[in-house]
């Protein structure tokens, strides 16, 4: 099991279009990882997760093919996880596909209203089809893998979701754009032991966990996981979706969390198991 990040910032991107703050400068001069596409994950070479403004941006530094996707997973509808535009290109006339080239898009009843207004008719001609992801309803992604969403706790208007991705007898929780989960969703964790939990950043060192984390949030996350038998000892922490908001520079995010022994995410950063 392969999981890729593609992106690892939240909103703004890193470094934000406007802003003149000390991480944007920092990453304008320093480039490497402090340069941060939105957050989007690909698993192995087929599964995306969420559907963001940089996937271009991905798709030419990581050289990927995205006629080989079959399964697209989106948390919410966030503008920096999905621009449906993206999925309009299938059409004949933008795009020319490859003859197996089907896509299932799994998302919730807003991305569903969204996905049908802007692809309109038979969402066949896009070469793609629809299905409702509902917390506790596993989905079956092929070859010996699946996914289970459970409910993050984001913003209000949409059922925001969090994966839990199973593999060769293997766990990894994408855990971002949550703050501190409801009762359901620990209650849901705590019937696993992940090899991998990433858990959401974007706050730095704000201690809110309001629909997002900060450091102080991720390692008290991490703790309850812990505490509930989620996470062994020995499993995979690792952080994502950041904000130049948080203020700390990728260094600095290694420098706090490195000794508590969390990983700090970044575009390309790939996670085998
Ligand atoms: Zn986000
Ligand atoms: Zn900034
Ligand atoms: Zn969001």
Known sequence: MK???????????IPALFCHCEVCQHARERGGPDIRRRTSYLWDEDILIDLGPDLFFAQ??????????RHLLMTHSHADHFLPESLQYRH??????????WLTVYGNARIERRVRKICTGDLSKYFFDFQRARVGEEIDLDAGRSAVPVAAAHAEGEE????ILKADGKTILVG????????????????YQFDVAIIDCTYGQ??????????????????????????????????NHFSHNGQLT?????????????????????IEL
């Open 206 to 239: 704000s201690d809110s966990c309001e629909g997002h984390l900060g450091v102080p949030g991720l390692l008290a996350t991490r703790n309850e996981l812990r505490k509930l038998g989620a996470l062994a000892a020995d499993s995979r922490v690792i952080a």
């Open 176 to 191: 971002n754009d949550s703050g501190w989960w409801q009762e359901e969703t620990w209650r849901m964790l705590a019937a």
């Open 60 to 69: 030419v530094s990581f050289n990927l093919d995205y006629a080989k996707l």
């Open 160 to 163: 925001c979701l969090n994966y």
């Open 92 to 101: 004949p006339g933008f795009s020319i596909l490859p003859a197996d080239c």
């Open 250 to 270: 990728h260094d600095e995010l290694i420098a706090r969390l490195g000794p508590e022994g969390v990983e700090v995410g970044y575009d390309g950063m790939q």
């Open 3 to 13: 999981l890729t990040v593609l992106g690892s910032a939240a909103a703004e991107g």
